[in-house]
Structure formats: structure tokens, C-alpha cells
């Protein structure tokens, strides 16, 4: 089979823009290889076993923490959930589709973690808050957080869940764009405690909730994400039919999935995580090996003011070999791999020169975002909105703000070409 590189926002001289051919997973011809097929069966079932023996060994949360994060990675890599992807077809394309998953996933979340918040706290007005939501400060620092990660997202290509999947497709990009996610949560180590005192400290814990009772933060939830997509709907082309597939191996391996099916799977994943384990993410893992790390150098300060007291998807010490992250991504990576195999989209690619630079300054911004915004686009804005927290509203709000002027100074500036 000819071999095929998933597109990746390609940098260019300044008065040229590169010109690939769409090579995307969606338009690859399907070809049916039984041994690939059961090389991704036999991964996914090596999954499945260490969950079950390690619930046997009374180790619950990382045995359901793998499974949720296979789920998730199959979801990421079959439906090509990538928030970054989902924002340029429609700043470049007027495609809509799949901003319309994310929706779906937000508005499916949302009364999911709404049901289980009613059971466990039934007045919301108490001044509470429900135990391990990603519920966080919002701040001035929020909001450079959220364009930092918009930022790297833009020219990396891809946000850090995005990267994790695209790492199982042999994507040459995700290897720089994850490690310099590391380097950027070291830097957001050394810079946290002037930005805590400073913006963080005496700011606002804001739970919709609590503001408006369950049924009015519900309803101006649903009522936003309707506005929402009343407004890319007509900002937005006419689209015409979707291939379908012939036959059902072709439309589970072979053709993207709908991103309103991975928006629905996804939100209900969200609720039964945060029912059963923690709020999804994809961050804790990475910055607390980032923490390690820089300590180890001595680079992070020994007093992180206030950050173990926070809610999000950050680092904590931990002497585990791996926690409940780890194996959510660890599962993440491995199940994205699997799916990518079976679909014949695992095309590993040397990594060219603006492989490694795109990553490693995307990666950087990615990691000090995602540390000063105490999660990512998974943690922050998708758990957080979920959870009926106006931090993630703000952080999402920030996160495709600093997308579009990023990929607009960036395009003028002849950095970053638009696709074909």
C-alpha cells in the first residue's frame, strides 16, 4: 500500500505555502489485512487482561482507568476527535462537523455529571462543591493560560490528547510536541508561585450550580451550546453527503466515524469516569513526571504555593510506578495505536526539520498552558464545562482565540500554511 503521512499543518517560507495532498485518515482507501487486524484485537485484549488482574488485585481505579482510556483512545483516533482539527475545518473550510462532536460531547456530559451532582449533593446552593470536579480559579492567568494552549496548539498541529494518539499512528510530529509539553510544565513549575500570588490566589471558584440550582445551569448550558451551533451553522457551507461504507468492517476500520457518534461516546465516558475514578485528562501523568524531573535538576521550586489545594487535571507527587492517569494514557496511547493498525493508518514518518522545531515550540506553550491552566482542552475545558464550571467556559473561550490569531499572524506572516 502507498504510504500515506497524516497532514499536519505544514510550516513554510515566508511567501510559500506548502501544498500536500489530502491524505487525511478519512480519505485513505480502506484495504482489509486480517494480521493487522489481529495484532490490534490481541493489543486491545493484552488491555483487557491487565485491567482484569489488576481489579483482582484490588487495584480498581488503574484497572478502570484503562479501559476508559482505551475507549478513549479508540474514540480519538476513530472519529479524529482533535480539538484543533475540529476548530481549522471550520476557520479554513466551513466545515462545522466537527465542532458539532465537541458539542454533542459537552451536552451529553453535562447532563450526565448533572445527575450524578444531584444524587451526591442535592442542594447546590450549600456552598460545596462536588468532590474531584475540575472546578478552577478564573483569572486573568486563565486566560493567558487558554491562549498559550491555543497558541501551541496551532502550531504544533494538534493539543496534547491530540498528540497522544497521533503518537500511535507514528505521527513525527507528537514525539517533539510531548516532550516539549514536559519542558513547558517545568517552565510553568518555575513560574507559579509569582503567577499564583498575583492573579490566582484571591480569585474566584465559580460553580454555575451553585449560582443558578442544577436546572438553571442546565439550562443555560444547553441553551449556550445551542447558540453555539446555530451560529456555525450559518456561518458554515453547505455540505454535501457523507461516503458511506459497503460493508461494516470498512465503516468501523476503514472510514472516520461521524464526530457527533465520538462526541456522544465520549461524553457519556466523561460521566462514568468522573462517576467511577477521576474527571477525564491527560495532563496529571505528564506533569507530575515533569515535576520529577525538573526536581531532580533542581529546577522547580520546593514550595509550589497553593497548587495541591487547587482542582484540575495537575500534578501530583506520588511514588506509584504508575497512577490512575498514567494508565488512562498509557491505555490512551496504546488502544489509538491499535485502531490506527487496524485501519492501516499507522504510517510512521522520519521527522523533518519543521517536524521537530513545530513540535518542540508548540509542545513548550501546550505544557506552560496546560500547568497555568491546571489541565488542557480535556481537562479544563471538556471535564470542566462539564462539571458546570465557568473556568472552563473561559478557558475554551481563550484556547480558540489564541487558534485563530495565531494561525492569522502566523499565515500572514508566511509561517503556517493553510491546507489545500
Known sequence: MTQHVIPEAPLASPGHALKTPDTSPASLPFEWKRPRVAVAVAILGLLGIASFVLHGQGHAAPALSLVFGAVFGVVLQRSRFCFFCMFRE???????????????????????????????????TTGRLPPDAFIG????????????????????????????YRLGEG???????????????????????????????????????????????????????????????????????QATARDLPEALLGQRWPAWIGGAIIGVLGTLAYFRVAPLGVTAEIGSRARQAASSLGLVLSRLE????????????????????????LALVAASFAAALAAGQFKPTWPSAGHIVRGSIGGVLLGWGA???????????????????????????????GIAITLSAGRHAGLLAPPP
Open 90 to 124: 471550520w476557520y479554513d473550510d466551513s466545515d462545522p462537523r466537527g465542532l458539532f462532536g465537541l458539542l454533542v460531547a459537552l451536552a451529553t456530559g453535562i447532563i450526565g455529571t448533572t445527575l450524578i451532582f444531584g444524587a451526591w449533593l442535592p442542594d447546590a
Open 137 to 164: 480559579p478564573v483569572s486573568i492567568a486563565l486566560v493567558a493560560a487558554g491562549l498559550a494552549f491555543g497558541a501551541g496548539m496551532a502550531i504544533s498541529g494538534s493539543c496534547v490528547s491530540a498528540h497522544l
Open 171 to 241: 505521527s513525527p510530529t507528537a514525539p517533539f510536541a510531548l516532550l516539549g509539553t514536559l519542558i513547558g510544565f517545568m517552565l510553568g513549575f518555575a513560574t507559579w508561585n509569582d503567577i499564583y500570588l498575583f492573579a490566582i490566589a484571591d480569585a474566584p471558584m465559580l460553580w454555575l450550580p451553585q449560582k443558578l440550582g442544577y436546572a438553571g445551569a442546565l439550562l443555560v448550558a444547553l441553551a449556550l451550546l445551542a447558540l453555539i451551533a446555530w451560529v456555525l451553522s450559518t456561518t458554515s457551507r453547505p455540505l454535501g453527503p
Open 306 to 329: 497553593g497548587l495541591d489545594t487547587l482542582r484540575g487535571c495537575i500534578s501530583v507527587a506520588t511514588d506509584a510506578l504508575l497512577s490512575r492517569n498514567g494508565a488512562f494514557v
Open 371 to 401: 500547568m497555568t491552566g491546571l489541565g488542557c482542552t480535556v481537562g479544563t475545558l471538556l471535564s470542566g464545562i462539564m462539571a458546570g464550571a465557568l473556568s472552563g467556559w473561559v478557558f475554551a473561550a481563550a484556547v480558540f482565540t
